[in-house]
Structures are given as C-alpha cells and as structure tokens.
C-alpha cells in the first residue's frame, strides 16, 4: 500500500524516476536475509559455584550464542556434535511451518546427532516477533546447551510501542554442581525424583547470594531517562520461576513471541519455555538495584531448589564498582504464592481483536499429571526409591509417553514404516473421575506407550489441558511444538464445560506457545492445524518428559504442495 501510494503521488509529479527509485527501495529493505551460523556442541570448563565443570556448550559458549534476525528472515544453522552425548537442537516456539525436519526434539522429528556428525537446521520465520530461543532437546542437555532467539520487526517496519534505548536479552537458568547427564540418569536408575538444582542463574550467573560466585554477576545497564526492553527467558530446567527488580515497574508488551496489549506489574512469572518482553524505565535515582528471581513451587511435599539468583541493574552514571555500597534488594512473592502467579497470567490479552477458532472440529480433553509405578517384580529394592517403594511417572490421559529409540516419529510417518508408534492416543481420558480431588490410587499407574494423536490438515483444535491431583498437584508448563495457540481460559478445580465455557476469552486471548497450566485446574486452548508434522505436547518441566508427560499431535498433510510437509534435508541423521 506504501509503495503504491508513493508511486501515486510521485506520479503525480510526474517524476517516473523517483517513484521507480521508491519502490527499488522499498523492495530492497523488505528483502529478507539469510543467516548462517555454525554451533559447535563440546565440553568446555565453567567454573560456577567454587569448581570448574566440564559443560557442554555451544562455541564454549555458556548460556550460547544469541541469535538476532528479523521477521522473515531464514535461519541455516550447522550443528556439529564435539561431545560425547547424543544431541540435537529445539528452536523453541518457531513454528517451523512445513519444516517439521528443523524443529529438533530427538525421536520425534530426528535422530540424534551422533558425537562427530553434523546435522543443518534451515527454516524461515514467518509472522512471529519478539523473543524466543533455542535448546537441546536430548536428556538433560539443554541444562546447559541454550540460547536466545530474537525475531526484530521487518525491516522499515517498528514495535508497537515506543522504540527502546537498548534490549537486554535475561535468560533464567538452572545449574547443577555435578553433571545434569548424570543427575537424569542416576533419577531414572532409582525411580526416584532428581536432586535438585544448585542455583539459579541469570545469563549464565549464580550471582551475589551464592558461594564463589559475586565476581561474575550479571550487570544490566541502563541510564538515566532512558527505556531498556529486557527479553526475560525462562530456560530453567524444572521451575517456574518469580522476576523482579527493585524499585521498577515492568511494562509487559510481549509474551513468546507474540505481541500484548501492555501492561504494567512488579513481578513476573514464567515457567519454563516461556519468554516475557518487559519495558523498564530509568526513573529511579542513579543507583544499583538487584534484579533477582526465584522459585514458584506449587507442587506439595516435593523438594526444590529454594535459592535465589540475582543481577545488578547499574545505572550508567554510577560508576563502576560497588564501593562498599549494596544494591537495593526487591521483595519476592513467596514461593507458593499462587495468587500472584494467578493474578499475572490473567492480565494477558492480544493487543487486538483475535481470529480465535470459534467452531470446534476436534474437542479434546487432556489430563496432565504424575504417577506413580508400583516396583517391577524383577528390580531390586534400589531402582525402586519413588514414594513407599515406587517409580514416579507422568502421563497425559494415562498413557505415559515413551519416545521411540530406532527412528523418529515424523520419519516413521512420512516413509510409513509401522510399529514405531500408534494413532490411538485417546481425545479423552479412558476414565472419568474427581481429577483435583482425592483420587483412588488405583488410578494413580498410567500405561506405557508410543501413542500419537492424528489431526486433519485445517482442523479447528480446543484442548482442555486439566491438572491432576495424583500424587501431587502443580503448575505444569504444557509446551505445543510447531505451533501458537490462543489460551481463551483457565481456572481451579475440575473444567466444567456447560459452566466454563461461558468465561472464555473468544475476543482477545494472548496467543503462546507454552500455557502454565494451574495447580489444581485447568487451561483452555486452541488453534488451527495447519502446519503438517509431529509435534511434541510436553510438560516444559523436563523432568516431567522423562516419566511421560507427553504426546504427539500428528498433522497429516492437506492437498498440494503448501499444504504438505517438504521432503526432508539430505543430511536428516539417521539412526
Ligand atoms: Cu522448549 Cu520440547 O521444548
């Protein structure tokens, strides 16, 4: 329309020459550009926490390369595996449409890259903004093995909201004092529930309220008058997390690359997988502030790692050095402070007027929560440490999810090899029961297996993902790979569908890629199946993955080329 106009009024001028130039010019900076990037998966020493680790890292990087591109823009990234674990890499939230080979969970999409082979990731980004990033998705891996991934405006195009003076991406992680490969593994030796993490980190930092660690705090600078957009990721394994900084009001505008209506609140709440794009202003007096984050932990009787990690943000003209002086500490809502959590997730909309799928093709119901297997009759009393001599497990509408290990599922589906997996998940739980009440523990053991839930190609999807009071209740981060869905409602207790459905948000429901599911309720969601693949519905608590919190939406092709799957790359690893 610009340029139209352009060569219009131009025209009127009759100056041929400078409408022509105008539209050179304008199709030159709506070009999209390529981006090659080589990531080299290795053992490196870190030292955090008074001892050097061998880490596995992207270009010895820890947290790893920050990706910056624009909307529309396309992505080749060579992985090459120097460690001695299988890897492969998630770029989580791109929807990969029709790319489903670049999006990365090992067994689902790909084999794993084995130590010495390479595999290249190549998709492009199409009408998604703002923050997103990029994980192992093998084991425990992407406790170390992550990134940020920044999709800026179009070019000649700008944010919805007043330009900021810088962006500050705040990736929130998880360390452990011994090898997280090691941790997963001795957890799925004993049945029981990994050792918890050591700290949390900000870009990589533990921190002033840790041993050993003050020397290499994270410093955030702003200046006086000025606006920071900070893009905070929550890339910690196995909790949600609290955010916050002292004395600063954070202005939301965007949430997994999506845009929000904004607004404005002292803490945030992420779990895992999620990103949150805050505006903070520089209106304090020229000082040292703490921005800290710490755990929400909503599951009861259940171990966590109750630390707290902080930054410093520094004023510019404060100068550099503590000099004695403390930065200002923030209050953080208490751990199990559901109301906060709750109160947050309730002030997302969409900036606009949504197209939400309002007729509903497949209505499924989901239960999502843990388990627990009584004790194999031919394992021995120490593979068996789960509550009373039980294994934990996890399950979605009791089936719990186990990943295949010869092949992948979209391979398997595309080249039709049978006996890999079956089409049979079902859309709802076999059983009805009191799902957050006190449920018979002879519902508390899910089956095994290999199950995937088949799609037609532009059906309108509502999933009713409702927690489980099994074991424990929590807040599962449910994650939709591939895909964005709108979260049109939530609440506690069981869904109830005649009185629920009329509190849906039909109008501007925030659009996400990872939905927080409450602690003893349920979240709403939907979206349009229109981009064929296998795509991985997981818990974001990785722990959760392994015992089978998870399944695959399989979206079959639609007619013609655009609406079907590309063949897959010549270098797909095999396995
Ligand atoms: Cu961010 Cu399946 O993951």
Known sequence: MEIINSILTNAKYSSIFLAIFALLAALSSANPKTHHHEFVVEATPVKRLCKTHNTITVNGQYPGPTLEINNGDTLVVKVTNKARYNVTIHWHGIRQMRTGWADGPEFVTQCPIRPKESYTYKFSVVGQEGTLWWHAHSSWLRATVYGALIIRPREGHSYPFPKPNRETPILLGEWWDTNPIDVIREATRTGAAPNVSDAYTINGQPGDLYKCSSKGTTIIPIDSGETNLLRVINSALNQPLFFTI??????????????????????????????????????????????????????????????????????????????????LMPLLPAYNDTNTVTAFSRSFRSPRKVEVPTEIDENLFFTVGLGLNKCPPNFRARRCQGPNGTRFTASINNVSFVLPNNISILQAHHYGIPGVFTTDFPAKPPLKFDYTGNVSRSLWQPIPGTKAYKLKFGSRVQIVLQDTSIVTSENHPIHLHGYDFYIVAEGFGNFNAKKDSSKFNLVDPPLRNTVAVPVNGWAVIRFVADNPGAWLLHCHLDVHIKWGLATVLLVENGVGKFQSIEPPPKDLPLC
Not at 280 to 293: E, H, K, Q, R
């Open 246 to 327: 002292a004395n600063h009001k954070l202005t939301v505008v965007g949430a997994d690359a999506s845009y929000l209506k904004p607004f404005t609140t002292t803490v945030l709440v992420l779990g895992p997988g999620q990103t949150t794009d805050v505006l903070i202003s520089g209106d304090n007096p020229p000082s040292l502030y703490y921005i800290a984050s710490r755990a929400y932990q909503s599951a009861q009787n259940a171990a966590f790692d109750n630390t707290t990690t902080t930054a410093i943000l520094q004023y510019k003209s404060t100068h550099h050095g503590l000099n004695g002086r403390k930065p």
